[in-house]
């Protein structure tokens, strides 16, 4: 996609803080971290969200997120780590071409991944499993 700056980005016509590079990802160091070394997974080809990517580049991203965390977590010295992948502004999505934040996570960090846990109801439960299916 011609105007989407993370293609410009994991394509390397923007310059980046490139951590990692091959045929189809680049990873870089985000300029807006919420952290130090929080970092963004591109694919290079543009693919809007989760939904769109297919498998196998999706799986490839994930096992991508895990190289770059477990090498991360030796460089940075952090606690954890969170592995976010939005889709759709509902979600926060707020770049419309699939990538994923790793943010690396130090205990009292306060860069939190929160919500106000509610609860599920039989009604919600029933609901969605008899109207879920994988076939």
Known sequence: MSDCIFCKIANGEIPSATLY??????????LGPANKGHALV???Q???????????LAGKAMV????????MRDVLGCDGYNVVQNNGE???????H????LIPR??????????????????????????FSMD
């Open 21 to 30: 590079e091959d045929e189809d990802f680049r990873v870089i160091l985000d």
């Open 42 to 44: 591109l694919p290079k």
């Open 46 to 56: 543009h693919y809007a969200n989760l939904y769109e990517i297919p498998d196998e």
């Open 64 to 71: 991508l997120a895990k190289k770059i965390i477990t090498r």
């Open 90 to 96: 509902a979600a926060g999505q707020t770049v419309f």
């Open 98 to 101: 699939f990538h994923i934040h």
């Open 106 to 131: 130090s205990v009292g960090d306060n860069a939190g991944i929160t919500w106000t846990p509610g609860e599920l109801t039989e009604e919600d439960k029933q609901e969605i499993l008899e109207k």
